[in-house]
């Protein structure tokens, strides 16, 4: 073999494994614009509607919730309230008559009286 023969047999080896089609510089740009165009938009909607969503659950988590009406419970029981003067208590018990009744004599002659303790 001559290497005349070496070298065709190499061309026609490297013709028969080329793509079929021309690489065509202008079309292999193209065909890259419009994947980056596709992924972009695809990009940009999913990120819409990912805000949309977050925005919809935060709304629908922070509904307040309905409150109950009002219902109206017992009155209040009043009770009378009493008011104790600011004096002092006496210390010696206060002596006062039964009305309708005349004082017995005591052991010593005087006349006896019922004993009360005023609060």
């Known amino acids: ?10 061309d026609q080896a490297e013709q028969d494994y080329r793509p079929t089609g021309a690489a ?11 994947i980056q165009r596709r992924r972009r ?15 919809v659950a935060s709304f629908a988590l922070m509904r307040p919730e309905p409150v109950p009406p009002a219902v109206p419970g017992p009155a209040p029981s009043v009770e009378p309230v009493t008011t104790v003067e600011n004096s002092p208590v006496p210390r010696t018990p206060q002596m006062s008559p039964i009305p309708g009744t005349t004082p017995a004599p005591g052991p010593s002659g005087s006349p006896c009286c019922s004993i009360t303790v005023v609060p």
């Open 1 to 10: 073999m001559h290497a005349d023969d070496i070298r065709a047999a190499l």
């Open 24 to 34: 065509d510089p202008t079309a292999v740009i193209e065909r890259g614009r419009r």
């Open 41 to 55: 938009t695809a990009a940009i909607t999913a990120s819409a509607f990912t805000v949309v969503g977050v925005l």
